[in-house]
Nanobody, 124 residues
């Protein structure tokens, strides 16, 4: 599975942005997909995930503001980000778990494939 994240950019605080992750390969619908982010000088952290069966998971810091979704016909996962804050500034990475994975999805170790990341910058 190869992943390509795109859609990042510069946005003002309170604004919205949608980042996308396109996957190559077969059986996309069988993979859980996640978004992580890493700010300068900080560790990579979990943002959101959607399991292969459609269950969704969010970090407390983004609940109510971010929405993860997937389009299996297009092999793409999306992260809609509303109410952006300067502390959301980071490189956002998409990741894919192993097929039919049943776990928490919160830890980077639960993912086998990673995209290259897309920069999201929120100005105050």
């Amino acid at each position: 599975v190869q992943l390509q994240a795109f859609g990042g950019g510069l946005v003002q605080a309170g604004g919205s942005l949608r980042v996308s992750c396109a996957a190559s390969g077969r059986s996309f619908s069988s993979y859980g997909m996640g978004w992580f982010r890493q700010a300068p000088g900080k560790e990579r952290e979990f943002v959101a995930a959607v399991s292969w069966s459609g269950d969704k998971y969010y970090a407390d810091s983004v609940k109510g503001r971010f929405t993860i979704s997937r389009d299996n016909a297009k092999n793409t996962v999306f992260l809609q980000m509303n109410g952006l804050k300067p502390e959301d500034t980071a490189v956002y990475y998409c990741a894919a778990s192993r097929m039919y994975y049943s776990g928490s999805y919160y830890h980077s170790s639960e993912y086998d494939y990673w995209g290259q990341g897309t920069q999201v910058t929120v100005s105050s």
